[in-house]
Nanobody
Framework: QVQLVESGGGLVQAGGSLRLSCAAS????????TGWFRQAPGKEREFVAY????????YYTDSVKGRFTLSRDGAKNTVYLQMNSLKPEDTAVYYCAAGYRGGNYASPYAYDYWGQGTQVTVSS
């Protein structure tokens, strides 16, 4: 079992930055893929980015490329999502997830464990 806890959300003006954290307990992240998704009111959950712990490769949806950056800290068993140049359309609840079974990690169905979510609100 893996427990995930997100933190770092908040209210920021357009153009600002936030750093989200996803801390895992129960098992190490090292054998997992960690993904970030977001869900705005009335919309489906949307892929944002994922990182493969074993190699450190990160993948991003087009709308956040160049603005968001994933990183990991093995000692803390934590993944970070640095979000810069935030836009009002980035407003959503952000969820981290962990999966290990393979498949399309841009799909929420590839993940087995989810955090509770953290709210990000970007004002214009």
């Amino acid at each position: 079992q893996v427990q995930l806890v997100e933190s770092g959300g908040g209210l920021v003006q357009a153009g600002g930055s936030l750093r989200l954290s996803c801390a895992a307990s129960g098992r190490t992240f090292s054998s997992y893929v960690t993904g970030w998704f977001r869900q705005a009111p009335g919309k489906e959950r949307e892929f944002v980015a994922y990182i493969k712990w074993s190699v450190g490769n990160a993948y991003y949806t087009d709308s956040v490329k160049g603005r968001f950056t994933l990183s990991r800290d093995g000692a803390k068993n934590t993944v970070y999502l640095q979000m810069n140049s935030l836009k009002p359309e980035d407003t959503a609840v952000y969820y981290c997830a962990a999966g290990y079974r393979g498949g399309n990690y841009a799909s929420p169905y590839a993940y087995d464990y989810w955090g509770q979510g953290t709210q990000v609100t970007v004002s214009s």
